[in-house]
């Protein structure tokens, strides 16, 4: 039996000025000539085609009055640059049908294990913009109740197949990748001007901001810019040795991006698509040796020994699978490092660090130092145990502060001007005692409140440390921040609990 060909017809573009975000939305005059709104009833997307590409959308009816034309489609910012049209270009459209890994996704709810053919169904929907947001979450919940190795090694697979990867030749290309969740870690701002300026190649990539206050690619921001694509990226590497970009703009596995657009609202990170997330993005970007940092604490995304062994092995399965030599290494995530939280109050601890100020936080130089030794020791001429001494004769010398101006000049200026939140508000401590606990979850969630990440210079400077004796009423952190209702939330939050734990000074 012939399958009927479905009917499509044409519309010509045109671009509407505004933004809806991820999602693919058109707008449709009630009276256009092509689909009556009565066969969109109970469709919830429509397939819109130009120039070879196919993108699923989302339709909306403009009422008379609204200046759309019977034989216009009104295309959003992201769907007409998906579709790469200009005005008046024809844009076919039809009524939609659902994506083919629907089916997958609904296999996986029912819990089902996905093979590595209809993962990659999944991730070729994801890249092709063929999934609404509704989709996505489905798919990442699903898997957030169970997935095997096996299903996070061909998720990883396929996540870099979809998009492009970089191939630096014989070259030694390493890498370092903190699974996040402890406020103020911001050691990739440091190790990668040190790896640099000793000779390797280090072009690391990261995400920006999933669940925390900031990224590593939100800090580089206030130095530099960081939405590279892939020539500029390569072209600053070959000239530094080095960069510190947002992945999304290099394509690498760009359907990482796509789950992470839906990760952050949901809050969802679990270590099987953290796994797949960070060793796609470093399996695309030509890296032949990583090292990750793995923090474990009580308020850290990894709780306890025995979830930090689960994950380590889960990291060295894919790893040895997708020929990349790791060293995953346990760090201690009991509190958060540095004094920051924020990306403008986190740089201002990574230029104290490289520049030897006498009030640098030694926690963050420290860690740092190890994470950096451990990738010099990649190198032959190093001799085991000597990476940590290299990594401060570097710092010392003044070459790893030079090679950050370097890699920020080579990348070019940062498109904010990124300036501290001029309100302020000290957290103080309810009663004397002595700082027992440091809760890295709440300090994130108040440090976001205030405005962290989006506006860079929004956070929290913490002015007390564990173990440190307080009187009632001593300051705990002082808050950042620029917009006084989500301010005053961040004030309210850190009033109902500062996440200092108190104890008895005995």
């Known amino acids: 039996m012939i399958e009927a060909k479905r009917q499509t017809a044409g519309l010509k573009a045109r671009p509407l000025p505004f933004d809806t975000f991820r999602e693919n939305v058109v707008l449709l005059a009630r009276d256009n000539v092509v689909l009556r709104p009565e066969r969109l009833a109970g469709v919830r997307r429509v397939e819109v085609k130009a120039r070879g590409v196919s993108l699923l959308a989302s339709p909306m009816?403009?009422?008379?009055?609204?200046?759309?034309?019977?034989?216009?489609?009104?295309?959003?910012?992201?769907?007409?640059?998906?579709?790469?049209?200009?005005?008046?270009?024809?844009?076919?459209?039809?009524?939609?049908?659902?994506?083919?890994?629907?089916d997958a996704v609904r296999a996986k709810i029912r819990g089902e294990t996905l093979s590595e053919a209809r993962m990659a169904q999944v991730v070729a929907d994801l890249v092709g913009h063929r999934c609404s947001d509704m989709e996505v979450a489905a798919f990442l919940i699903a898997c957030a109740s169970f997935m095997t190795?096996?299903?996070?090694?061909?998720?990883?697979?396929?996540?870099?197949?979809?998009?492009?990867r970089l191939d630096w030749g014989d070259r030694t290309v390493v890498d370092k990748h903190c699974i996040g969740g402890i406020p103020g870690n911001r050691t990739s701002l440091i190790v990668?001007?040190?790896?640099?300026?000793?000779?390797?190649?280090?072009?690391?990539?990261?995400?920006?901001?999933?669940?925390?206050?900031?990224?590593?690619?939100?800090?580089?921001?206030?130095?530099?810019?960081?939405?590279?694509?892939?020539?500029?990226?390569?072209?600053?590497?070959?000239?530094?040795?080095?960069?510190?970009?947002?992945?999304?703009?290099?394509?690498l596995a760009p359907a990482d991006d796509v789950l992470i657009s839906v990760e952050r609202p949901l809050g969802v990170d679990t270590p099987e698509q953290m796994v797949a997330s960070i060793m796609s993005k470093?399996?695309?970007?030509?890296?032949?040796?990583?090292?990750?940092?793995?923090?474990?604490?009580?308020?850290?995304?990894?709780?306890?020994?025995?979830?930090?062994?689960?994950?380590?092995?889960?990291?060295?399965?894919?790893?040895?699978?997708?020929?990349?030599?790791?060293?995953?290494?346990?760090?201690?995530?009991?509190?958060?490092?540095?004094?920051?939280?924020?990306?403008?109050l986190e740089t201002e601890d990574v230029l104290a660090v490289l520049e030897r100020r006498p009030d640098a936080p030694r926690d963050l130089e420290t860690k740092a130092v190890m994470l950096a030794g451990r990738l010099l020791e990649i190198d032959p001429d190093v001799r085991g145990g000597q990476g940590e001494n290299r990594a401060r004769e570097l710092i010392g010398s003044g070459a790893a502060r030079r090679k950050l101006d370097e890699i920020?000049?080579?990348?070019?200026?940062?498109?904010?001007?990124?300036?501290?939140?001029?309100?302020?508000?000290?957290?103080?401590?309810?009663?004397?005692?002595?700082?027992?606990?440091?809760n890295c979850l709440r300090i994130s969630a108040v440090a976001r409140l205030a405005g962290a990440p989006t506006d860079a210079g929004a956070g929290l400077r913490l002015l007390r440390d564990v173990g440190e004796v307080v009187r009632a009423g001593d300051p705990l952190y002082r808050?950042?921040?620029?917009?006084?209702?989500?301010?005053?939330?961040?004030?309210?939050?850190?009033?109902?609990d500062s996440g200092f734990r108190l104890e008895h000074d005995r």
């Open 408 to 438: 920020a000049e080579a990348q070019g200026p940062s498109p904010i001007d990124a300036k501290i939140g001029a309100l302020t508000h000290e957290v103080t401590a309810s009663r004397a005692g002595r700082i027992g606990a440091i």
């Open 479 to 496: 808050i950042h921040g620029d917009e006084p209702s989500e301010f005053a939330f961040a004030v309210e939050a850190a009033q109902e």
């Open 282 to 344: 470093k399996v695309s970007a030509g890296s032949s040796h990583l090292v990750v940092d793995l923090p474990v604490g009580p308020s850290a995304k990894i709780r306890d020994p025995a979830a930090a062994l689960r994950l380590r092995k889960l990291f060295e399965f894919v790893g040895a699978r997708m020929g990349i030599g790791i060293e995953v290494v346990t760090t201690d995530g009991s509190r958060p490092i540095g004094r920051g939280v924020g990306p403008l």
């Open 149 to 164: 190795a096996d299903e996070t090694l061909a998720l990883t697979q396929a996540m870099v197949d979809a998009g492009a």
């Open 192 to 251: 990668t001007p040190i790896v640099a300026a000793h000779g390797l190649t280090i072009p690391k990539t990261s995400s920006r901001a999933i669940t925390s206050p900031a990224g590593t690619a939100d800090t580089m921001e206030v130095l530099a810019r960081v939405d590279l694509d892939a020539d500029e990226m390569r072209a600053v590497v070959e000239r530094c040795g080095g960069c510190i970009v947002w992945g999304g703009r290099v394509n």
């Open 61 to 102: 009816i403009a009422e008379a009055g609204a200046n759309l034309a019977a034989d216009e489609i009104g295309l959003p910012q992201p769907a007409l640059r998906r579709l790469g049209v200009a005005a008046g270009d024809l844009v076919e459209i039809a009524p939609a049908r659902a994506p083919q890994s629907l």
